[in-house]
């Protein structure tokens, strides 16, 4: 996910993070599970994270999404080193999401992702169905069943659950419970809204089983009205 593609877990893993965190607007940025929710007309967002892999090894993510009629529209570049190797890696993403009933939405997400260093190359598509159930004000819960089209590879399940509490004003809890590169994870973040627009996020992603490393991520996103 040319040259002849590599499975997805070579490369130090580090397509399995473009596709499944790339240009996403997640629950919480740089969380995997996103939600079913879009940005409102005629705003957009900017973000940016760190990631540091247990055992050595980084991440750097610069992104930005903005509403467009009825979808919402990302892109994205990732800078990543781990086991030695680094590579570059870029994406876009089209986001759909439509609310049911006033406490339950669903959508869908499509992000293809293309190699841009050491050798530029077409990685593959990621499909998402997403689901938002609002069970109370403060308490949403976020289900994405997802995959992963690697173009020369074999295809991969990207699952995951995840919950977001909003424990008191500018303070927010997420958990999350997910599937990337065939790897299980266990992620638990908090989030403080510096301000209306500004919002700072620190989490860690424990490894449960399989061969991608644990990791912790800070990162930060900026809400703006475009002119």
Known sequence: MGGQARPLATRAGVLALALSAGVAHAAGGHHAVDDATLLDPGRCELEGWA????GG???FH???NCRAGPVELGVAGLRGRLE???RSDYGIQVKWARQWHPRLSVGWSLTPAWQARPESRYLGLSAAALLTWSVRDDL???LNLARDFAHGGPDQSRSGVAAEWTARAG???VAERYEEE???FLRAGVRLAVTHALSVDLSHAQRLSGSLPSRWTLGTTWQFGRP
């Open 140 to 142: 949403a819960l976020h």
């Open 57 to 59: 090894g980084q991440l």
């Open 51 to 54: 990631t540091g892999f247990s």
């Open 84 to 86: 030695g190797e680094g």
């Open 171 to 173: 303070w927010s809890l």
């Open 62 to 64: 610069a992104g930005a």
């Open 182 to 184: 065939r790897t299980q």
